[in-house]
Nanobody, 117 residues
Framework: VQLVESGGGSVQTGGSLRLSCATSGLPSRVYCLSWFRQALGNEREWVASSKVHGKTDYVDSVKGRFTISRDNAKNTVSLQMNSLNPEDSGTYYC????????????WGQGTQVTVSS
């Protein structure tokens, strides 16, 4: 199984980035595809999830600014990030949960997002 993130980079406050996660080797039905992030010195933090039936959830700090979307046929997931601020900086990880969002079965290697003020 492979999860490969792309789209990270450096932007200024207020800018936008779109992260993508391509997968291979996953089961045909994956219940939850999610994004996590980890800032330097901090624990990994859940950011957003997309369930197979379409429901999405977000951490409060990104609601209204980030949008998660997935393609069930391809098992891909994206994260559109708008109105970025320095607190959004960190390594962003794609995650796949086959049966429940509460248990991550597979992780990507991460992509770096840096937001400068």
């Amino acid at each position: 199984v492979q999860l490969v993130e792309s789209g990270g980079g450096s932007v200024q406050t207020g800018g936008s980035l779109r992260l993508s996660c391509a997968t291979s080797g996953l089961p045909s039905r994956v219940y939850c595809l999610s994004w996590f992030r980890q800032a330097l010195g901090n624990e990994r933090e859940w950011v957003a999830s997309s369930k197979v039936h379409g429901k999405t959830d977000y951490v409060d700090s990104v609601k209204g600014r980030f949008t998660i979307s997935r393609d069930n046929a391809k098992n891909t997931v994206s994260l559109q990030m708008n109105s970025l601020n320095p607190e959004d900086s960190g390594t962003y990880y794609c995650a796949a949960s086959v049966r429940t969002c509460g248990v991550t079965d597979y992780w990507g290697q991460g992509t770096q997002v840096t937001v400068s003020s």
